[in-house]
């Protein structure tokens, strides 16, 4: 079934030209609508299906610092003053919350590599604080049980996946950007080699500037024009509970289960990193590409079904301009969540926390999280088409940090100083990489 959404009703009306076309209504390509929008120009945001329907609305909500790349680490410090911000000049509650993040662990080895990445963070700034044995059990004392430590990272948060993305969105219109749902981008042309024009299922759009936030559907996307994206995707299975368990922290991990409060006072429930890899032809073609990643991971991957073929977001087509394409026949990515995992995640959450045991489950539903080999997002204003940038590859943490992604997008486009370095987000880092030469992916 669909994660829960808030629905906002949207123009049908395609404007004839636009100062920049936003491709996709995640909640990166919202928060880079919202701040270019904000700057004055003219924005268009497509969206094939509804707002924030795909994995923008399917993930935990976690908003965080802890435990992040280096690479990424400036960037999520900054989202998380971005939310504030958004929230404030939107009007409109976004469900952004510090109320903190708690891990818990058993595993020594999982102890000290929390404890060196929090002698680099905090010497960057960030306020993460490892807990010994007395204070891990009191913060966890919803489990009824001792610790050996944890992490608890205070000025971390969460925001609503329901309701974040279509705000963000409402906020684009009241800074006079357009937003279309239910019209799928099907192409860009080019004139002179520079992008002039975004063709839709309804029609043209003449701009010279394109942001493509696509999600899964960004590399059979960039396939068209003849760019490499190496991306694979994984389909991530979740559930939430009804409200009515009380006394549980705001966001716990821990390596059996991670529970979130959700706005509602229900709570999502995740067993982190464990998916299903569903074959497509751009994941058996890519997979050398992917192979240090996966061999990292295979105890938390199960071999998945044929959905994501069927889907056709990961295809090698090329598709005609003027003829309906796989973003047509697959408005929303709504795969079905694993049953086994979902009933495991269930089981492992009520054997942790006792207060989760008499709640009855509220929804299923899974998502589609895709990934760079090397777990960075490409953002990115050099990608081989002048006027065409690309954001994606967010792999499973991109919730939190999307109005920074957002923000740089916008200062890309702009040639104004960047919120934090753009080298380690680029494309071409994969050409001459331990993953090979991507071209020929």
Not at 60 to 70: E, L, M, P, S, V
Not at 267 to 291: E, K, M, Q
Not at 302 to 329: N, S
Request: aromatic share 6%.
């Amino acid at each position: 079934m669909p994660a829960p959404l808030l629905q906002i009703e949207t123009p049908a009306t395609l404007p004839d030209e636009a100062d920049c076309v936003v491709i996709g209504a995640g909640i990166v390509g919202v928060s880079a609508a919202y701040w270019l929008a904000r700057a004055g120009l003219s924005v268009v945001l497509l969206e094939k299906g509804r707002v924030g329907a795909e994995q923008s609305s399917r993930n935990w909500g976690w908003c965080r610092q802890q435990n992040r790349d280096a690479r990424e680490l400036p960037l999520s410090t900054r989202s998380l003053a971005l939310w504030e911000e958004m929230t404030a000049e939107i009007g409109a509650d976004l469900g952004f919350r510090r109320c903190g993040l708690l891990y818990l662990s058993d595993d020594p080895a999982e102890l000290e590599g929390w404890a060196a990445w929090g002698r680099f963070a905090r010497g960057e700034g960030v306020d993460t604080r490892m807990l010994g044995a007395a204070e891990a059990a009191t913060r966890g004392a919803a489990t009824g049980r001792t610790w050996a430590g944890g992490v608890w990272s205070p000025t971390d948060g969460t925001a609503d996946p329901s309701r974040a993305a279509p705000l963000i969105a409402r906020g684009v219109m009241k800074h006079g950007g357009t937003v279309v749902q239910g019209c799928a981008a099907r192409g860009i042309e080019t004139s002179g080699g520079a992008v002039s024009a975004v063709v839709t299922e309804r029609g043209s759009i003449r701009t010279g500037r394109v942001v493509l936030a696509g999600g899964a559907w960004a590399g059979s996307f960039l396939h068209q024009s003849g760019i490499v994206f190496p991306q694979a995707s994984v389909r991530s299975s979740i559930l939430s509970v009804a409200p009515g368990a009380e006394g549980l922290p705001a966001a716990l991990h821990t390596a059996a289960v991670s529970v979130t409060r959700r706005g509602d006072g229900g709570h999502t429930l995740a067993v982190s990193g464990r998916s299903n890899l569903d074959p497509t032809w751009r994941a058996i073609r890519g997979a050398r590409h992917f192979l240090p990643m996966f061999a990292k991971r295979w105890r938390s991957l199960a071999p998945g079904g044929p959905q994501a073929w069927q889907a056709g977001f990961e295809t090698r087509r090329i598709w005609a301009l003027d003829r309906e394409t796989p973003m047509e026949r697959s408005r929303i990515l709504d795969p079905r969540p694993s049953e086994g995992l979902v009933n495991e995640t269930l089981r492992r959450a009520r054997d942790l926390l006792p207060a989760l045991r008499e709640v009855p489950v509220q929804a299923t539903w899974a998502g589609y999280i895709d990934s760079t080999p090397d777990g960075v997002p490409v953002i990115d204003a050099d990608i081989g088409i002048p006027g065409l940038v690309l954001a994606a590859g967010l792999s499973g943490h991109g919730f939190g940090i999307g109005p920074g992604v957002g923000h740089l997008v916008a200062d890309l486009l702009l040639d104004r100083r960047p919120i934090t370095d753009t080298a380690q987000y680029r494309l071409d880092r994969f050409e001459q990489s331990q993953w090979g030469k991507v071209s020929k992916f």
